[in-house]
């Protein structure tokens, strides 16, 4: 596959460039690289800017099963990938309990794809972009877009590049949630773990490692300080990140992961003989809602729209199949030449965000984990239930443990939670 930094027939145009548009995107993340290649199966003009050169480093490297099909669609066959590691399942194991519960893919409810991968998100998200290229859209790289006003018929963005008028915009800025920052609509979620410190390692080959996610499966191992993920890539390599509520104040990001695998006998025997081979990183309050996502002729989609929690690895998930989703309401709007109309759109979306935050807001009571998570096993049906759900299949009425999640209220959180701008 080919990694140069830029799709080939993009060209960096000076700052007094002017570019007409029907959509200019803000943002090559999987969000806005999978939204401009739907666009252009639909015929639309497209440009997406991104501030980055790509490849560029991003965590989150867990994909769920109804991505699959999705990125597909626009030409993308992870199979054929050499970043891409095939994902069957996921395994939870509780330190403190020693309970456990394997989630296979294939015995979702009938209809889910039966496997996700596990992707370097620096070439993944690059093949997304370079998909949405080879479409059609105009994706240029290192270019940000500053700022923008939108008007009766269209949106005026200028940036780097020069200006841009569009007949629509759209946000899929990532954690940046441009529109968000400026409506001061973004509210954080404090009820998730909300500091995540990780690295990678190299030459992981223990027996414990080879055990847990020698198949490709993602472990989710609970622990006193929080849980960790273990995510394999291909080569021999794991992806680690403990997520805490609250780190101890002063503490580094490395301090943090290397206590946590050194103070843990799973862990150590995991990562017995393995090489770190990245930087150790932190990132913290990621966990939050846009309530005002979209305007007569800007919307928001991917992170720069909400991003709940890394528990269930729905952050790419949700950006392309709402995504998807954002295309085709883009696509009758320009096309009966008038403003969006989002309503029904964000019902939809809103599906996927409740049903994953109300999962999410029971994963972080021991007590739901341990009486019904675990104990889902031995229900034939209930594990089915819960494994649709954590494939990403979530627009079905035949799911009743979904439906049921759908029906009850948080006990904090959306819409009870203070309005904090960020
Ligand atoms: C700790 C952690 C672990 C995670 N693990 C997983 C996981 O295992 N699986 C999973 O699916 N998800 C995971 N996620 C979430 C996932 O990474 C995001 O949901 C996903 O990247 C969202 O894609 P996006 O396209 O919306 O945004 P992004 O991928 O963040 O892309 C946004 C892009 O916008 C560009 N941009 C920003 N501002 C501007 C501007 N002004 N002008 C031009 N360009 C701009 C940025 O350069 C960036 O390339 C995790 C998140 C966290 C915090």
């Excluded at 790289?141 to 008028?165: I, M, N, P, Y």
């Excluded at 305007?295 to 729209?305: E, M, P």
């Amino acid at each position: 596959m080919k990694l140069d930094p830029q799709p080939s027939g993009t060209s960096k145009p000076t700052p007094s460039t002017r570019i007409e548009t029907e959509v200019a995107v803000i943002g090559a993340g999987p969000g806005g690289s999978a939204l401009a290649g739907f666009l252009r199966k639909r015929g639309h003009r497209v440009v997406v800017f991104d501030k980055d050169a790509f490849p560029r480093f991003h965590i989150g490297e867990s994909l769920l099963p109804m991505s699959i099909p999705a990125l597909d669609e626009i030409g993308l066959d992870l199979s054929r990938e050499p970043y891409a590691l095939k994902k069957p399942g996921a395994l939870f194991l509780d330190e403190g309990s020693s309970g456990n519960l394997r989630i296979n893919f294939a015995k979702a409810l009938p209809g889910s794809f039966p496997h996700a991968y596990q992707v370097e998100r620096q070439y993944f998200d690059h093949a997304v972009a370079q998909r949405a290229a080879a479409l059609g859209a105009d994706v240029r790289f290192q270019e940000e877009v500053h700022d923008w006003k939108e008007h009766a018929d269209h949106v005026e963005l200028t940036g780097s590049f020069g200006t841009c008028r569009a007949a629509i915009m759209v946000d899929a800025s990532g954690q940046q949630a441009l529109i968000g920052r400026r409506n001061r609509s973004v509210q954080q979620l404090e009820r998730f773990g909300r500091c995540a410190s990780f690295s990678t390692f190299a030459k992981v080959h223990s027996p414990t490692a080879r055990e847990g996610v020698g198949e490709g499966d993602i472990v989710i191992f609970l622990c006193s300080k929080g849980w960790v993920w273990l995510i394999p890539l291909p080569g021999a390599r794991v992806s680690v990140g403990l997520v805490e509520q609250k780190p101890v104040p002063g503490s580094t990001a490395e301090e943090t992961l290397m206590g946590c695998i050194q103070g843990s006998d799973y862990l150590s025997r995991f990562f017995d003989g393995a090489e770190r081979i990245a930087p150790f990183r932190r990132i913290a309050n990621y966990s939050y809602y846009n309530l005002a996502p979209s305007s007569a002729r800007t919307a928001s989609v991917g992170d720069a729209r909400a991003f709940l929690d890394p528990i269930f690895s729905s952050g790419v998930t949700i950006a392309v199949l709402t995504a998807r989703l954002l295309a085709q309401e883009i696509s009758a709007a320009l096309g009966e030449k008038r403003a969006l109309a989002l309503e029904d759109y964000w019902r939809r979306c809103e599906v996927a965000y409740t049903t994953f935050d109300r999962l999410i807001e029971r994963f972080y009571r021991p007590e739901w984990v341990r009486n019904v998570f675990f104990a889902s096993g031995t229900e034939d049906r209930l594990v089915r239930e819960f494994t649709s759900i954590l494939a990403g299949d979530v627009w079905r009425d035949d799911n009743d443990i979904q439906q049921k999640f759908l029906k009850t209220k948080p006990r904090t959180g959306f819409g009870s939670e203070p309005a904090k701008a960020r």
